[in-house]
């Protein structure tokens, strides 16, 4: 039986590299014989292929279509410019990087930019990404909504990104309301998505409790109002629609694994700020 390894080896190279790969699957297939190694390992160049131009496609389609949307209503601002900046920095994009993004900034913004075939690629090379989707479109709302409500051009590149993407209209209206609410109550406050990394600090000469509150309800968009039970299950919703982990599990690019990293501290830190203001629940008498 020394040889099955060596065969399905040689047989799965083949098919994936070549000849060459033949050889490289051989020889992998050998080190199974003697258990050493494992098949699967011969996909990993495959799948590092394919998180690269996830990564690439994500990045081209985040910050084109930011620029798209932000040319959709005429002139493109500072604001929507520095909005921008700030998602490359949430990113943690390097300067190579971020100089590449802002290139896609100003693609988008540019004549005859195809919205609907950026999408397209964008979904086709990231099937099933479901949450990496939600991700672009808060991203996208939230860019819309920093000069306060976005206009009839804006909503329309919107709803093209929401069918492009093939989004149910429910999920785009819950995202939509949870960005309206946070730049409701923190206005130029407000981060990209939940109140920047500054949510639920407070700022300088504000009261810091009320600020602290103030970006812990919006981050979890509900209201002071909120009944302790309603406070838990916003809470555990949005860190159930934004854990870091199903992305990794999917292969999702490092950028987007840090966004939803940075989302959920924040979610977290929201939930701790209001528990903490309110009194404790009465026990049993």
């Not at 099955?4 to 790969?21: D, M, S």
Request: charged share 20%.
């Amino acid at each position: 039986m020394g040889w099955w390894g060596k065969a399905v080896g040689g047989t799965l190279g083949l098919l994936v590299g070549g000849p060459l790969g033949a050889v490289v699957g051989a020889a992998m297939g050998h080190g199974v014989d003697r258990g050493a190694a494992h098949v699967a390992d011969l996909f990993e160049p495959a799948r590092a292929a394919e998180r690269a131009r996830l990564q690439g496609i994500f990045l081209e389609t985040t910050f084109s279509v930011l620029g798209h949307l932000a040319k959709a209503d005429g002139r493109v601002s500072e604001t929507e410019i520095a909005f921008a900046e700030s998602v490359m920095t949430r990113m943690g994009l390097d300067r190579s990087l971020r100089r590449t993004a802002m290139q896609f900034f100003y693609q988008g913004k540019a004549p005859g930019f195809n919205l609907a075939a950026a999408l397209a690629a964008f979904r086709q090379a990231s099937p099933g990404q479901a949450q990496l989707h939600q991700l672009f479109l808060e991203i996208q709302l939230a860019a819309a909504y920093r000069g306060g409500q976005p206009g009839p051009a804006q909503r329309l590149v919107l709803e093209q990104c929401r069918h492009g993407l093939q989004i149910p209209l429910a999920s785009f209206r819950r995202l939509e309301r949870l960005i309206e609410i946070q730049y409701q109550f923190l206005g130029g406050n407000a981060g990209w998505r939940t109140g920047g990394p500054g949510a639920g600090r407070p700022g300088p000469g504000a009261p810091s409790t009320r600020t602290a509150l103030a970006g812990a309800y919006a981050t979890l968009g509900i209201t002071a109002q909120a009944s302790d039970e309603e406070v838990k299950r916003a809470y555990r919703k949005l860190m159930n629609r934004h854990h870091p982990d199903k992305l990794t599990s999917r292969g999702a690019p490092a950028e987007a694994i840090k966004l939803a990293s940075q989302q959920t501290h924040e979610i977290r830190r929201a939930y701790e700020t209001i528990t903490a203001a309110r009194p404790p629940a009465a026990g049993p008498k």
